[in-house]
């Protein structure tokens, strides 16, 4: 069904079979979160939030409940409908980076590009001007396992943002930086939301974050939970 809401949460729960016994991480999850908003999202480690995360872009399908984006219930799409879907609508940063290892910095940033349309020079430009935005200017020639962590965290995330998508996924995206390239990163993804409208949503342990968001949620007992607790 149509929603107003950039992503609407409904009844969502997952579980893992593990050594032939069903691992519930939550179940009844509901969330709607507007265009334009930035949403940090908290819980303990191994609460759920990655496999929150995964769910919302699609990645991996639900046991029950829907995820709508802008309107569509991707949880009644194919695979390779969610696929497509994601290429156009969601950049999504790992948590553990997901560089293609095989391809340089530079061709990391134009895959996705090139899995929408064939590749232009306005596109390569675009992929200079971003790596040059985030300080690997110098990088773009290199394989992703000659980069320090905090270097490949930072391909990731314009590997994610290249396509200009509607909906940012955010999985502790500077979680490996120092405080200075933390706070630049964050200033730019603020900025997304703030002047391009884009819509966030954030996991993440850094109080610096935290202040920023518009809306803070956690994952707590295997539910949804708004918290204001880290409000000044
Ligand atoms: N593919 C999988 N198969 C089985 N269990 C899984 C799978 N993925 C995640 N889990 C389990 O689900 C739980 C939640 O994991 P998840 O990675 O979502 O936590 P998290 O909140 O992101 O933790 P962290 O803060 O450490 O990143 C964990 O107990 C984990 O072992
Ligand atoms: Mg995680």
Known sequence: MPTEAAIAIQQLSKSYEESGRRHRIFSGLNLEVSRGEFIVLLGRSGSGKSTLLNLISGIDPPDSGSVIINGTDITALSEHGRTLFRRHHLGFIFQSYNLIPTLMVAENLLLPLELIKPLTQTDRDKVEALLNKLGLADRSDTYPDRLSGGEQQRVAIARALIHDPDLILADEPTGNLDLETGRQ???????????????????????????????IVSIRDKSLVSVDEFRP
Not at 185 to 209: C, F, N, P, Q, Y
């Open 185 to 215: 990163v964050l200033a730019l993804l603020d900025t997304l939301v703030k002047k391009a409208g884009k819509t966030l949503i954030m996991a993440t342990h850094s109080r610096e974050v935290i202040g920023q968001a518009d809306r």
